[in-house]
């Protein structure tokens, strides 16, 4: 046996699964190719995928381009051809001009590029405009301006005319005015469908706009000199009304200044300030030596010691006493010599003590005279700074009418030398623009240019149809071709079941090998049973093709309990169970269908089986599964290898027969009994059965029904099932229409040729 495996991780490989086995019967065994799967989203989206989307819809997209292409040519067939003419400006220094205004370039706040800009909005200016298109009227009395004509029956069908404004004999003109880079130069684009016309406007332009600057100069300059000398007369006026207020000010108020801003009571109200500081400290020299010869001995006072004539006193007092002495050693007291030197000391210390006395009485004195003398200075002091204050309070007031005049004859001052300026300026008046190149008459029109409208146009058609194609691509939410589940599930695409009525006739060969029915009555003809009633025709070959997938895509062992199911209702949940256990049974696998969805059951009625007994009535019986007999689990089929167990009679607790452990002990049975055991379950929209199953199952597939299942419907259920930890193998696109075309490349199939035996 060769198995090529097929996992999630080898999207894109082509794999063939052949199996050779020993038949149990005479059935035909093989298995198709693989088909091409989509790649994962990392690889299909993005510029491939919406190059696959241009690619599908290339047809319409082209449609539109060349619509596009026509409607340009057609509007270039009725568009008035316009003929461009250019004239050049240079502009030099803005001195010129500001010079009559007597500022420069850094007074007047402008700089070159905005002086520029300036005279530009001047060119555009609809006043300048009035004054060429008045001077050329006149000039076209005697010359009209012609239109060339082409295609003017066209345009007559459009009303498409050339004409200016009504009243207005001149056609048309567009005028165009910009500064070439990095320079002074000025260009003038003026655009007519008169040739002549647009050469004459532009240089009409240009000499209109150097006479119009030179009369705006000297209207300016005259309204300027106008103004100033007004403004001078008043200013004067002003400023000699000013200077009387000050001098009658000062003269009332008496103020005298000795100098630059200092009066006279300023003066002296320093000096007396001066003195009392100085009277002050005598004060408190004299105050301390009063206080320390009130309290010291007068022999210790340094004035005294410090005296000449008590020092000659005291030096002829100790000269007497040791006389004294001398004579006592030898007379006695009444000795007229000792009586005569006592009488000479007692009368020098009655002098001295007298001198004394003196020193501290002219202490004292000294100390009393700096007292009243810092009375005196502190009383002047006080009747000075009163009148200081009141000289200061005039001083204010004068010095605000000096500054007012100051201001006034500063200001007079300039506007005089402003106004003499203006003057000068006026009579030396200068045009900083001139002509450098004259506009030419055009030889060729401008517009239209049919190559350039001619790509227009195909960029707006082919834009317009990738808006339409891309609309309607992402508006619809609905999986609907082969390739783009796997893109937004992230799981292996099993297989794609083409719908019914996309397969012709010529595709449906008819069947040469009769299928054998066991005995029983062989079912009607329908959908569920193609892959035994039609075997050679494409929707077999596609269940095939998906077991193939199937088989080949498990990389952990064949699964042997597999679930179908789907987000919503009538996705094809049943057909596909039915036709995988026919191909199944077709590769002489013995497979048990179990109708697990018993709100709406459908298996007994595609294969033609009585419902009254299935799997409700297993799940409610006590006895053992285990000792149950084959036959009482499932029924046969008219398809041999294939068996199946209904769901049987209805019932209100489905969900707790489901999570019941007679359920676990079924499928164990099923598992042992049984190669492949497929679980038919209702959808996940609002139902749990599936999730339920899921559990026991060894994988789950997802069954999804072309342009109806939308990508969040089955995003949801897939993602419910992986947080539920149930392995889901990959999904089955139903009802494919063959001849659709999508962004992943599907054309349809033209024809298809089958299998016989």
């Given at each position: ?38 790649a994962p989203a990392e690889e299909t989206g993005g510029i491939s995928a919406f190059w696959q989307l241009i690619r599908g819809r290339k047809a319409i997209i082209g449609l539109l381009g060349l619509a596009g292409v026509a409607a ?497 209702h009538g996705e094809g949940k049943s057909t596909t169970v039915s036709n995988l256990g026919i191909a199944l049974a077709e590769i002489n696998q013995r497979v048990l269908l179990i109708d697990a969805d018993m709100r709406k059951p ?74 492949v055991t497929i679980i038919d379950t209702p959808p996940m929209s609002y139902l749990s059965d599936a999730r339920v199953l899921g559990q026991l199952a060894d994988g789950v597939i997802l069954v999804i029904r072309a342009a109806k ?49």
């Amino acid at each position: 046996m060769e198995n090529g495996a097929h996992s999630s991780e080898d999207f894109g490989k082509e794999l063939v699964l052949r199996q050779e086995m020993p038949s149990r019967g005479t059935g035909l065994v093989y298995l198709e190719p693989l088909q091409t799967f989509a790649a994962p989203a990392e690889e299909t989206g993005g510029i491939s995928a919406f190059w696959q989307l241009i690619r599908g819809r290339k047809a319409i997209i082209g449609l539109l381009g060349l619509a596009g292409v026509a409607a340009s040519l057609i509007f270039s067939m009725i568009e008035i051809p316009v003929y461009d003419a250019r004239a050049t400006l240079e502009f030099q220094s803005t001195r010129n001009g500001d010079a009559m205004m007597g500022l420069n370039e850094a007074d007047s706040g402008f700089t070159p590029e905005s002086y520029l800009q300036t005279q530009v909005k001047v060119l555009q200016s609809l006043a300048l405009h009035k004054r060429v298109v008045t001077k050329l009227q006149k000039q076209s009395e005697s010359k009209p301006y012609l239109v060339p004509g082409r295609f003017e029956k066209w345009r007559s069908l459009f009303r498409a005319s050339a004409a200016g404004p009504e009243g207005d004999p001149l056609p048309k003109v567009e005028t165009k005015v910009r500064v070439l880079d990095n320079s002074r130069i000025v260009e003038i684009v003026c655009s007519s469908a008169s040739p002549r016309l647009a050469a004459d406007f532009a240089d009409g332009l240009a000499s209109e706009y150097i006479d119009y600057n030179m009369e705006a100069l000297w209207q300016t300059a005259q309204r300027t000199s106008d103004w100033l000398t007004h403004q001078l007369e008043g200013l004067r006026t002003k400023l000699e009304k000013s200077e009387d207020q000050l001098q009658t000010y000062t003269r009332d108020s008496g103020l005298v200044f000795t100098g630059a801003d200092q009066n006279v009571d300023d003066e002296q109200l320093r000096q007396i300030q001066k003195e009392l500081s100085d009277a002050q400290a005598d004060r408190i020299a004299k105050e301390s030596a009063y206080e320390v010869a009130s309290t010291t001995p007068a022999e210790a006072l340094p004035q005294v010691l410090d005296n000449g004539r008590l020092a000659d006193y005291q030096s002829k007092l100790a000269d007497l006493r040791r006389t004294l002495a001398e004579l006592s050693s030898v007379y006695t007291p009444a000795y007229y010599k000792v009586a005569q030197v006592q009488a000479q000391i007692n009368e020098l210390e009655a002098t001295s003590r007298r001198e004394r006395a003196n020193v501290i009485g002219r202490i004292q004195s000294e100390y009393q005279a700096s007292m009243r003398r810092e009375r005196l200075l502190s009383a002047a002091y006080s009747t000075q700074l009163q009148r200081a204050s009141e000289q200061a309070r005039k001083a204010i007031n004068y010095n605000i009418l000096k500054r007012e005049v100051d201001t006034n004859r500063q200001v007079y001052d300039q506007l005089l030398q402003r106004t003499k300026q203006i003057g000068i300026g006026s009579a030396m008046q200068t045009n900083n623009a001139r002509v450098v190149d004259g506009a030419e008459i055009p030889k060729a029109p401008s517009k239209p240019d049919l190559f350039r409208n001619g790509l227009a146009g195909l960029a707006s058609g082919l834009g317009l149809a990738l808006g339409f194609v891309f609309a309607g691509e992402f508006i619809n939410r609905s999986v609907r071709a082969p390739g783009e589940a796997p893109v937004h599930l992230r799981v292996p695409e099993l297989g794609v079941i083409p719908s019914r009525n996309s397969v012709s006739e010529q595709t449906l060969l008819p069947s040469v090998v009769s299928p054998k029915t066991n005995g029983a009555t062989t079912p009607k003809a329908r959908l569920e049973l193609v892959t035994w009633q039609d075997r050679p025709s494409l929707l077999a070959e596609a269940y095939r093709n998906a077991l193939t997938s199937l088989l080949a895509s498990n990389g952990k062992g064949r699964p042997r309990i597999i679930m179908i199911t789907s987000s919503a209702h009538g996705e094809g949940k049943s057909t596909t169970v039915s036709n995988l256990g026919i191909a199944l049974a077709e590769i002489n696998q013995r497979v048990l269908l179990i109708d697990a969805d018993m709100r709406k059951p459908h298996l007994h009625d595609i294969f033609d089986l009585p419902n009254t007994w299935g799997l409700s009535d297993l799940l409610r019986e006590k006895s053992s599964l285990r000792d149950c007999p084959v036959e009482a689990l499932a029924r046969k089929t008219p398809v041999e290898g294939v068996s199946v167990l209904p769901s049987g009679p209805g019932t209100v607790s489905i969900t707790n027969l489901l999570y019941s452990s007679r359920m676990n002990e079924l499928i164990d049975r099923a598992r042992r009994e049984f190669d492949v055991t497929i679980i038919d379950t209702p959808p996940m929209s609002y139902l749990s059965d599936a999730r339920v199953l899921g559990q026991l199952a060894d994988g789950v597939i997802l069954v999804i029904r072309a342009a109806k299942t939308t990508r969040d419907e089955v995003r949801a259920a897939k993602q419910r099932l992986v947080d539920d930890g149930i392995r889901v193998l990959g999904t089955i696109l139903n009802g494919w229409d063959l001849k659709s075309k999508t962004r992943y490349g599907y054309t349809g199939y033209t024809g298809y040729t089958g299998y016989t035996s």
